[in-house]
């Protein structure tokens, strides 16, 4: 038996190591158009300076990170972030605001914080107050994050800190972002506790109880990160799969299914010539598929073999951002910081969506005293900035970030990194398009899809879409081994 798995992100390199695990004796081809395994995490070292290019850390709260982390003996190099930084600022009127303490991604936690901000007015604290007494939606239709924050919490609370907190990780229009398919959890917190301030109350308390009987264990922080950059994750996991299972540099143009129901893979080499010039170009056939490339390749690759799925696929839409990471020396930077980085609501109608203060948040990304910084761009309200040509995006950036922090001078350094059509948008209706898309899949034990465009764009989604991929075909394998054993016991009798 052998596999094929296109695209070696994290997705694709978690259902590899899984069905590795779950099916040893099969082989396993890992294919990728670019030169390296990784996809969009790469983490680059330069004059002592750690550079995530993409993602720079993941949440705690999902679990299959931290999971796969500490399976892959990497439990040690966790990283936590800085515990004196760990606030968020909001940009109002060009300034730095911190954000109400307590306030979680969609609703406050403690209202003293909240009537005191001077992000508010005081109309606007008002109305966000009056969400104790708004009767709860009692159906179970979807709607966007817009609508939903604007009816529980009002349009300052939504326009001035949950459409940047929400806008900064999804690079989303919130008007068609799906609340049932991003927070789920704000529209249960509704339905079970009939608020949203409510409902966080009772969480926190219920936390705080449970943090209190618990005597042992590590605890992390919300987010973490790895000390040796998140590709080292990538890492960890190719050096645990068969030599040969990785074919970086060999892009995927073509699929098809056989009568015999094999799938046959047509490819290109990508690569540098050394490199490509030992593999095989000739078409190759498997008995299975993972497709763990971006959702809207996965949709041009399944175009003839399965044309309804190549269509639904295709609904996913995408939006891009770019990432200037700019290194100063900590004398240029004039003020200091409380919080981890900044959101800029879209009303600011500025360039950047949000920054990261990379060295406050995590100290080991830069030599001491030195500063590194990560500034977002481009996304759903300004798509163009995500492939800028660095010569425009940096200056852009840079006097763009001027107009908000207090740092002189010219950075010792730029890096920038483009990544368009990397993030899929979940619209209203994204959990039922999926429900029709793993329909289709379910009824074809020969393939499986994995990646960020399904049950979440976090690096621990992508790792549990990998493994779901991997245990799916490990489980049909296993039972087309049965039923020839059993036919074999048959004819032998
Ligand atoms: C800028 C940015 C910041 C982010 N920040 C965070 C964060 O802080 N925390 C977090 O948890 N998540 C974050 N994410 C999300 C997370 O990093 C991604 O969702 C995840 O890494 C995607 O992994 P993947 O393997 O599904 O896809 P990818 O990493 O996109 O990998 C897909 C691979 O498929 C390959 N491929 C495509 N077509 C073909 C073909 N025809 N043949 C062969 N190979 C092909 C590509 O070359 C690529 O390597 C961020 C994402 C971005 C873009």
């Given at each position: 038996m052998?596999?094929a798995?296109?695209?070696?992100?994290?997705?694709?390199?978690?259902a590899?190591?899984?069905?590795?695990?779950?099916?040893?004796?099969?082989?396993?081809?890992?294919?990728?158009?670019?030169?390296?395994?990784?996809?969009?995490?790469?983490?680059?070292?330069?004059?002592?300076?750690?550079?995530?290019?993409s993602a720079?850390?993941f949440?705690?709260?999902?679990p299959?990170?931290?999971?796969?982390?500490?399976?892959?003996?990497l439990?040690?190099?966790?990283?936590?972030?800085?515990?004196?930084?760990?606030?968020?600022?909001?940009?109002?009127?060009?300034?730095?605001h911190?954000?109400?303490?307590?306030?979680?991604?969609?609703?406050?936690?403690?209202?003293?914080?909240?009537?005191l901000?001077?992000?508010?007015?005081?109309?606007?604290?008002?109305?966000?107050?009056?969400?104790?007494?708004?009767?709860?939606?009692?159906?179970?239709?979807?709607?966007?994050?817009?609508?939903?924050?604007?009816?529980?919490?009002?349009?300052?609370v939504?326009?001035?800190?949950?459409?940047p907190?929400?806008?900064g990780?999804?690079?989303?229009?919130?008007?068609?972002?799906?609340?049932?398919?991003?927070?789920?959890?704000?529209?249960?917190?509704?339905?079970?506790?009939?608020?949203?301030?409510?409902?966080?109350?009772?969480?926190?308390?219920?936390?705080?109880?449970?943090?209190?009987?618990?005597?042992?264990?590590?605890?992390?922080s919300?987010?973490?990160?790895?000390?040796?950059?998140?590709?080292?994750?990538?890492?960890?996991?190719?050096t645990?799969?068969?030599p040969?299972?990785?074919?970086t540099?060999?892009?995927?143009?073509?699929?098809w299914?056989t009568?015999?129901?094999?799938?046959?893979?047509?490819?290109?080499?990508?690569?540098?010539?050394?490199?490509?010039?030992?593999?095989?170009?000739?078409?190759?056939?498997?008995?299975?598929?993972?497709?763990?490339?971006?959702?809207?390749?996965?949709?041009?690759?399944?175009?003839?073999?399965?044309p309804e799925?190549?269509e639904?696929?295709?609904?996913i839409e995408?939006?891009?951002?770019?990432?200037?990471?700019?290194?100063?020396?900590?004398?240029?930077?004039?003020?200091?910081?409380?919080?981890?980085?900044?959101?800029?609501?879209?009303?600011e109608?500025?360039?950047?969506?949000a920054?990261?203060?990379?060295s406050?948040?995590?100290?080991?990304?830069a030599?001491e005293?030195?500063?590194?910084i990560?500034?977002?761009?481009?996304?759903?309200?300004?798509?163009?900035l995500?492939?800028?040509?660095?010569?425009?995006?940096?200056?852009?950036l840079?006097?763009?970030?001027?107009?908000?922090?207090?740092?002189?001078?010219?950075?010792?350094?730029?890096?920038t990194?483009?990544w368009?059509?990397?993030?899929?948008?979940y619209?209203?209706?994204?959990?039922?398009?999926?429900?029709?898309?793993?329909?289709?899949?379910?009824?074809?034990?020969?393939?499986?899809?994995a990646?960020?465009?399904?049950?979440?764009?976090g690096?621990?989604?992508?790792?549990?879409?990998?493994?779901?991929?991997?245990?799916?075909?490990?489980s049909?394998?296993?039972?087309?081994?049965?039923?020839?054993?059993?036919?074999?016991?048959?004819?032998?009798?």
């Amino acid at each position: 038996m052998n596999i094929a798995i296109l695209g070696a992100g994290i997705s694709g390199l978690s259902a590899a190591y899984r069905f590795q695990q779950l099916a040893p004796e099969t082989t396993i081809r890992v294919f990728d158009r670019r030169n390296r395994y990784g996809g969009v995490l790469e983490t680059l070292n330069r004059d002592g300076f750690q550079i995530e290019q993409s993602a720079d850390n993941f949440i705690t709260t999902i679990p299959w990170g931290v999971q796969l982390c500490k399976e892959l003996g990497l439990g040690e190099q966790l990283v936590q972030t800085n515990p004196s930084v760990r606030r968020t600022y909001v940009v109002r009127r060009g300034r730095l605001h911190l954000l109400p303490d307590g306030f979680l991604m969609m609703a406050p936690t403690k209202l003293l914080p909240m009537a005191l901000t001077p992000i508010l007015s005081p109309f606007g604290k008002l109305r966000a107050g009056l969400e104790l007494f708004i009767p709860s939606r009692k159906d179970d239709c979807d709607e966007s994050m817009a609508n939903f924050v604007r009816r529980r919490l009002g349009r300052e609370v939504f326009e001035r800190l949950v459409e940047p907190l929400v806008s900064g990780v999804y690079a989303a229009d919130m008007e068609k972002l799906s609340v049932l398919a991003t927070l789920p959890r704000f529209r249960e917190m509704e339905r079970n506790y009939g608020s949203l301030i409510r409902a966080m109350q009772k969480q926190l308390a219920a936390n705080r109880a449970a943090n209190l009987a618990e005597q042992s264990g590590a605890r992390y922080s919300m987010f973490v990160t790895l000390r040796n950059g998140l590709a080292s994750l990538c890492d960890a996991l190719v050096t645990k799969l068969q030599p040969d299972t990785l074919r970086t540099g060999q892009e995927v143009t073509r699929i098809w299914k056989t009568a015999e129901k094999q799938w046959v893979l047509e490819t290109k080499s990508s690569g540098s010539p050394t490199i490509s010039a030992t593999y095989n170009t000739k078409p190759e056939f498997f008995d299975a598929i993972i497709l763990a490339t971006p959702v809207h390749e996965s949709s041009r690759l399944l175009k003839n073999s399965s044309p309804e799925l190549a269509e639904k696929l295709a609904k996913i839409e995408h939006e891009g951002t770019a990432i200037a990471t700019l290194a100063f020396n900590s004398d240029q930077v004039k003020q200091s910081f409380r919080g981890m980085g900044f959101v800029v609501p879209k009303n600011e109608q500025s360039p950047i969506l949000a920054g990261s203060f990379s060295s406050l948040k995590y100290e080991h990304r830069a030599p001491e005293g030195k500063f590194l910084i990560r500034i977002f761009a481009g996304g759903n309200r300004m798509p163009e900035l995500a492939e800028l040509p660095e010569r425009q995006l940096k200056p852009l950036l840079l006097a763009e970030m001027r107009k908000i922090l207090k740092i002189n001078g010219e950075p010792i350094f730029t890096v920038t990194s483009h990544w368009a059509k990397t993030m899929p948008q979940y619209h209203v209706g994204h959990r039922e398009l999926v429900q029709e898309i793993e329909l289709l899949t379910d009824s074809d034990l020969t393939l499986a899809l994995a990646g960020n465009a399904f049950h979440g764009v976090g690096i621990p989604n992508c790792i549990q879409s990998g493994f779901k991929a991997a245990e799916k075909l490990a489980s049909s394998f296993a039972k087309n081994n049965r039923s020839a054993n059993d036919t074999e016991k048959q004819v032998r009798k």
